[in-house]
């Protein structure tokens, strides 16, 4: 019996091991098959293009961004460029697409001096760049993720930067190596905002960027990292691979790219950069973030042993399709569309078409073929910039619902077999329509060196559909994205939770009659007065915060929001309030406008930029080391239902008011729980209700600014506010504080007559000037610079 016992035993002990051995595999296999969320996207593209948005309207306007040499780089343009293409040491194509502010930098944003700044290659700068944005567009402040593990997988295949030079020129000898090392690419994202998930930089040549994606899209799944931010970056410092490419006849003279055309003559050479931000799709939903697209599936391969090093190989382009169709559990069937590599060579242009017909062609609805199109045939080759490029491209086609055209397309490539390949070229715009699941597309992305990448993305699931940016579909979002910046002010801004907003704005005052009157909620309307309210349907009043790294950037960002907000006339305040103060860095030079509609928000963002005093705006320079005061008002500051949405979404709040409610109830016959989160609580209008609610509400909301880190410097309130003051600072218990202010209003029912007070938008002065003589109105209480309280004869006041 006792062997029988022991057998039972170790069998039981070995079925849970089984069991939770099979749900620890379970959860892995989940883990390593969810899609990923791409939250963020930065790019900078010729063209001018600044943004994802800049990058659809130039592909949507078919824009052509190719153009001359730039002149700043000195370069030997006066001997550089010759039509014969067996002439060593020039080059037969004088055009490209280049970044032309690729000098542009604003080093102190980065911690970076001056003369440091000179060192780093301009790729690395743009990667700083580009990474502050994309997070700032997942609605994160870069400046919050130092230690926390977000990973970098940075493209970069050129360091000539710091190779034109022989020699250190003199003061900057120990700088130039790390600023032109492809390592430190990555590595300095990594240091400039402290992340510490792995940092990576990849060179497999035009491949770069999209394998960057695949490798961090592994990282994040093997649990490498939380999020990372993944892409690449081109900028030619020389003409060297101008004149390389002349030599072997690869340059189209025109410097386009003529992709699967019939008139390919060669690639045209650019410069770019571009980085996404992922993470995982539960964990993006369950953080807020926008999802603008979703990372199916990736795969990478290598060429291997082909015609010769440099040579495209058919059947391994093949096999990774067919392998990053499997990574995302997909037939070929399900993706619509593909940006291909599209470099408009005679000899790579039709093996990869070749081999996309043979793996998404085949068996395809006449109807329903695979649409083919590259991004090239705008703003050239982006080489380690390029797989990217194609990513943002596509994901904006999926939120707009349109595929673009390929320019340059004289005739599709005789080369290939089109006719009933099931693969077509876009050389129009074409509708993309939604079907029963969503949009999709896959990027291809083939490095000179045999590495091959392909990866495929989807549109977002359907929940939260729009953002700010574009009411078109696309973005899984309790926000929406608004507008990028310039890189010298806090660049990108991403969404925020928003009510609706639609009132009209308050009146100007005519020009002989001074500034008007607003009668909003009144300070302190002691004793027993009902302040004047706003409309019942009037949204609350929202602050837009902007701020930059210096005075200019900060004009910038006011002259970009104003370009914005004309744009998109159906904003909702609060959703770009919400983004603007909780989804960017707070930079020294600061602006705030405030307002209720778009069109308040028109008026005041004008005056911040023509520089007119308005009552709603200020702005200024924040010094270091200043810590938050609390300030709690008096009455007047109420509403109904004031407390309802943070008792269902604050712990914090919500036990503090519940502690306040057990404090109060020995001294009032009202429930302080059902007052305060009922939209009909006629309780309010007694100032014996009121007070120790606004009381406990006020006290409460500190409790819940306290549970996310910001402690105050110091306090001040006035009436009850006084004494929430004195109950957050400490010098007050909560029974105690709770007994004064209860017993304290009741005290005053017996006080109130049958006077009225109301607040102005009027300096202390200028309110006595108006009263003048009169005695059946004084001044209250004087609340700011701008905000005096009169009181007197009720008709007297109104």
């Known amino acids: 019996m006792a062997n029988e016992d022991k057998l039972r035993d170790y069998l039981r002990r070995t079925t849970a091991d089984l069991l939770r051995t099979r749900a620890r595999l379970d959860e892995v296999e989940q883990a390593a098959g969810e899609p990923l969320a791409i939250v963020g996207m930065a790019c900078r593209y010729p063209g001018g293009v600044r943004s994802p948005e800049d990058l659809w309207r130039l592909v949507a306007s078919r824009t052509d961004a190719i153009g001359p040499f730039p002149r700043d780089r000195g370069w030997p343009l006066d001997r550089l460029v010759d039509p014969d293409p067996a002439k060593e040491g020039t080059t037969y194509s004088d055009r490209g697409g280049f970044l032309h502010d690729a000098a542009d930098f604003d080093a102190e944003l980065f911690g970076i001096s001056p003369r440091h700044a000179l060192t780093v290659d301009p790729q690395q700068r743009l990667l700083l760049q580009t990474a502050w944005e994309a997070f700032e567009r997942a609605g994160i402040d870069p400046r919050s993720l130092s230690g926390q593990s977000v990973g970098v997988f940075a493209g970069v295949m ?6 034109r030079h022989t020699r250190a020129p003199e003061g900057f000898e120990g700088f130039i190596g790390t600023g032109s090392a492809g390592s430190v690419a990555s590595g300095r994202v990594a240091y400039t905002f402290g992340l510490e998930g792995p940092a990576v930089t990849v060179d497999t040549a035009c491949s770069s960027s999209l394998v960057a994606l695949h490798y961090a899209a592994q990282a994040v799944r093997r649990g490498d990292c939380r999020m990372a931010l993944a892409g690449g970056a081109t900028v030619m410092a020389t003409p060297a691979t101008f004149v390389e490419f002349s030599r072997q ?21 650019a410069e770019g950069a571009g980085l996404v931000l992922v993470e995982r799709l539960s964990d993006a939903l369950a953080a807020g973030h926008p999802v603008v697209a979703v990372l199916r599936g990736s795969a990478v391969n290598s060429d291997g042993a082909s015609t010769q090093l440099s040579a495209p190989n058919g059947s391994a382009q093949q096999r990774v399709v067919r392998a990053a169709l499997d990574d995302a559990g997909l037939d070929a069937a399900d993706v619509d569309a593909v940006e291909g590599h599209g470099t408009g060579t005679g000899l790579g242009d ?9 793996v998404y062609g085949s068996g395809r609805a006449a109807d329903d073929p695979l649409w083919l199109g590259s991004l090239k045939s705008n703003i050239g080759h982006t080489q380690a910039a390029a797989g990217i490029g194609g990513v943002i491209k596509m994901a904006e086609a999926m939120r707009h619902g349109v595929l673009p055209a390929s320019l340059h397309i004289d005739a599709p490539s005789p080369h290939v077999a089109w006719a009933d390949s099931g693969v077509e070229l876009l050389a129009e715009e074409r509708p993309w329509p939604a079907r029963d699941r969503p949009r999709r597309a896959a990027v291809s992305s083939f490095g000179i060196s045999g ?3 392909h990866v495929v993305i989807e549109a977002p699931p359907e929940p939260a559909r729009g953002t700010a940016t574009d009411p078109a579909p696309g973005a899984v979002t309790a926000s929406a994205s608004a507008p990028e910046s310039e890189s010298e002010s806090a660049p990108g801004v991403a969404p925020g939770p928003a009510p609706d907003a639609a009132t009209d704005p308050v009146p100007e005052p005519a020009p002989d009659a001074g ?13 027993g007065t009902t302040p004047v309210s706003d409309p019942a349907d009037a949204p609350p009043p929202v602050a837009w915060e902007l701020s930059g790294h210096t005075e200019r950037a900060l004009d910038d960002q006011i002259v970009r929001l104003r370009a914005h907000l004309d744009a998109h006339p159906g904003l909702a305040p609060a959703d770009v309030a919400h983004t603007l103060s909780t989804g960017r860095a707070a930079l020294p030079y600061r602006a705030v406008a405030v307002g209720r509609t778009p069109d308040d928000f028109a008026r005041e963002l004008a005056a911040l930029a023509d520089g007119v005093p308005s009552r709603r705006t200020a702005r200024g320079e924040a010094h270091g080391g200043a810590r938050p005061v609390f300030v709690f008002p008096g009455q007047g500051s109420q509403w109904a239902g004031m407390a309802r949405g943070l008792l269902a979404s604050s712990e914090p709040f919500r036990a503090e008011l519940t502690r306040c409610a057990g404090a109060l109830a020995p001294h009032t016959d009202w429930d302080l729980l059902d007052v305060v989160s009922r939209d009909d609580a006629p309780e309010l209008a007694r100032v014996d209700v009121v007070q120790p609610a606004l009381f406990a509400v006020m006290v409460s909301l500190a409790a819940a600014w306290r549970s996310l880190g910001v402690e105050p410097a110091a306090v001040v309130g006035h009436s009850q506010g006084e004494i929430a003051a004195a109950y957050v600072a400490g010098a007050l218990s909560l029974d105690e504080a709770a007994a004064l202010v209860a017993r304290r209003s009741k005290a005053l029912l017996s006080l109130a007559g049958t006077g009225a007070m109301a607040s102005v938008e ?37």
């Open 515 to 527: 500034p008007a009157p607003l009668h909003a909620s009144a300070p302190d309307p002691d004793p």
């Open 762 to 798: 009027l300096s202390a002065d200028d309110t006595r000037r108006r009263i003048g003589a009169r005695t059946d109105l004084g001044v209250a209480a004087v609340n700011g610079p701008r905000s005096t309280v009169v009181s007197g004869d009720a008709d007297a006041v109104t």
């Open 350 to 358: 039709p093996i990869e078409a070749a081999a996309l017909i043979a």
């Open 249 to 269: 006849r690869g340059l189209a003279p025109d410097g386009r790219c003529k992709a699967y055309a019939a008139g390919a003559d060669g690639t045209g050479w």
């Open 158 to 163: 050129y360091g000539d930067y710091g190779s």
């Open 451 to 453: 590495t091959n990448a």
